[in-house]
């Protein structure tokens, strides 16, 4: 028996109803032109997170202005909707960025981006920031119908995550949390006192934010600089520190939806995160400049002085983390993914298992689809995005044994 039939039976509700839906539509029009905008004026991503976030709060305080407040199901599935369609819209910024940015003509890749990505750099599409254009039907067109056949995976494959993390490893999911949380405290079921508490962080917040990143807009639009009342990205300490600590770096962000991950994560994870940052951009860096190994081979102070070069891969952060820490992150992040896996492969085997086995009428009573669809849904997928990249760079069954491999999370 699946281990879903074995928990306490909870109350499902139907998330996707016209309220929730015309939110999204909200999120996709107004929303996230305005937060892009911010982003392209100051440099500054506020991204999917907040055009959702405040899609939610909107739509909760209007709901309760006409007496038909939303419950938090439908809040919940106004969050989710609204950041993924706002992550996939700046997918195409992102390449137009990548086409023209100095780092990749930096490095000699900028036209080897393929026209289906994003249209070359000398049509009339870019040069006059035209979307409708003809050269644009080809990226747009392949784009949505990735992304629509990841959708389908991205489903299927949440169903089964689902059950072997929240169900039977029982992960904590801290940023999850957070989001239902605020659900909750917008939603008609929510407490006085809660809801004063989110009330009086969000204005806190708007009002720093309104410093940090709206001054720097309006300074832009009204008088051609932008007016820094608050640093946008971090205060850098880089320059003062080196001196005494040779090729040591330290700063400390401004933004404050990094800061909030502090107080959803756990304790151990800060600690460790803290001292895993000092010993990789204090503790070592002497010894590297000593030794004039890597980007430190020509250290001397003020070069470059800064944490990073705003449009490029430079500066004190960024150089140490390409060339030396990257590659030990990746390498941990790959045993982290692998040990839990192995030291609890028959737990996993026997809830994929029973997960697989689950019924029709089951899966609807615990509000998910039956396991084979999912693993269906996930596989088909998988091989269909592997083929449509082989098809669109043919480079030999290797290549197409990787994409597949990297399709399927291995």
Do not use: C
Not at 2 to 28: D, P
Not at 275 to 298: E, H, N, Q, R, S
Not at 368 to 390: C, D, E, N, Q, R
Request: aromatic share 12%; proline share 7%.
């Amino acid at each position: 028996m699946s281990s879903m039939t074995l928990a306490t039976e909870e109350v499902y509700k139907e998330g996707l109803t016209l309220k929730a839906l015309m939110a999204m539509i909200f999120s996709s029009v107004i929303m996230m032109p305005a937060l892009l905008w911010v982003y392209l004026a100051t440099g500054v991503g506020i991204g999917p997170i907040a055009a959702a976030y405040a899609t939610m709060l909107i739509f909760g305080e209007l709901g309760k202005l006409l007496m038909s407040p939303l419950n938090e199901h439908e809040l919940a599935t106004i969050r989710w909707g609204a950041s993924m369609a706002a992550s996939y819209t700046g997918g195409f910024l992102f390449s137009i960025y990548m086409r023209k940015s100095p780092i990749t003509h930096q490095y000699g890749i900028a036209d080897k981006i393929p026209v289906w990505v994003v249209p070359p750099e000398t049509s009339e599409a870019l040069i006059n920031r035209i979307i409708w254009h003809p050269d644009w039907l080809l990226p747009i067109g392949i784009g949505y119908l990735s992304f629509f056949i990841s959708l389908v995976g991205t489903i299927g494959i949440s169903y089964i995550t689902r059950e072997l993390f929240i169900e039977v490893e029982k992960l904590p999911f801290p940023t999850g949390a957070l989001a239902a949380e605020i659900a909750k405290a917008l939603s008609k079921e929510a407490g006085g006192e809660r809801y004063k508490i989110f009330a009086i962080v969000t204005t806190l917040m708007a009002m720093f934010e309104a410093a940090r990143s709206l001054a720097p807009a309006l300074g832009m639009v009204l008088f051609g600089r932008p007016i820094i009342l608050i640093p946008p990205l971090h205060w850098d300490f880089t320059q003062q520190i080196e001196l005494i600590i040779p090729g040591a770096t330290i700063g400390f962000t401004t933004n404050f939806m990094i800061m909030s991950l502090g107080f959803i994560i756990p304790d151990k994870v800060i600690i460790w995160s803290i001292i895993g940052m000092i010993f990789a951009y204090i503790v070592m860096p002497p010894i590297f400049v000593a030794l004039k190994y890597g980007p430190y081979a020509d250290w001397r102070p003020g070069k470059p002085g800064v944490m990073l070069i705003p449009g490029t891969i430079e500066g004190s952060w960024y150089q140490p983390l390409l060339n030396i820490w990257l590659s030990i992150v990746i390498g941990m992040a790959v045993a982290g993914a692998i040990i839990p896996f192995i030291t609890s492969f028959k737990q996993f085997k026997e809830s994929l298992k029973s997960f697989l086995k689950l019924s029709s009428s089951e899966a609807r009573t615990y509000g998910v689809i039956p396991g084979k669809t999912a693993f269906i849904m996930f596989l088909a997928s998988s091989i269909t995005l592997s083929i449509l990249a082989y098809m669109l760079t043919p480079r030999g069954i290797a290549f197409l044994i990787g994409v597949f491999a990297v399709n399927v999370g291995i």
